[in-house]
């Protein structure tokens, strides 16, 4: 069984950062691209970031650049995303998800997601 679980959010002032990191288990781990995406309140879902197998190539949202790093640990079948200078509009559930996005596009009824795990960014 394919298990994928989030943590790490938590509430941060403007300009605050966190780490979150997304456990898996149920599959080879090292041969799947992963990706970051998020859902801030009232919003739709919103593709942050990606990475390949290796850990070598990574993408960003325009908005996120600069100031979100994603990473990889296959030894400890774990993804991690950096969140730096954070905004208040960035406040979301942030999900991890394999197999999610298909051509540019997030495709819910596709793939594997986690329970999601919540950044509120407020003075």
């Known amino acids: 069984q394919v298990q994928v679980v989030e943590s790490g959010g938590g509430s941060v002032q403007p300009g605050g950062s966190l780490r979150l990191s997304c456990t898996t288990s149920?599959?080879?781990?090292?041969?799947?691209?992963m990706n970051w995406v998020r859902q801030a309140p009232g919003k739709g879902l919103e593709w942050v970031s990606s990475?390949?197998?290796?850990?070598?190539?990574?993408n960003y949202a325009d908005s996120v650049k600069g100031r979100f790093t994603i990473s990889r640990d296959n030894a400890k079948n774990t993804l991690y995303l950096q969140l730096n200078s954070l905004k208040t509009e960035e406040t979301a559930m942030y999900y991890c998800?394999?197999?999610?996005?298909?051509?540019?596009?997030?495709?819910?009824?596709?793939?594997?997601w986690g329970q999601g795990t919540q950044v509120t960014v407020s003075s």
């Open positions: 998800c394999r197999s999610c996005v298909v051509a540019g596009r997030i495709e819910t009824e596709f793939g594997y």
């Open positions: 149920g599959f080879t781990f090292s041969i799947w691209p």
């Open positions: 990475i390949n197998r290796s850990g070598l190539s990574t």
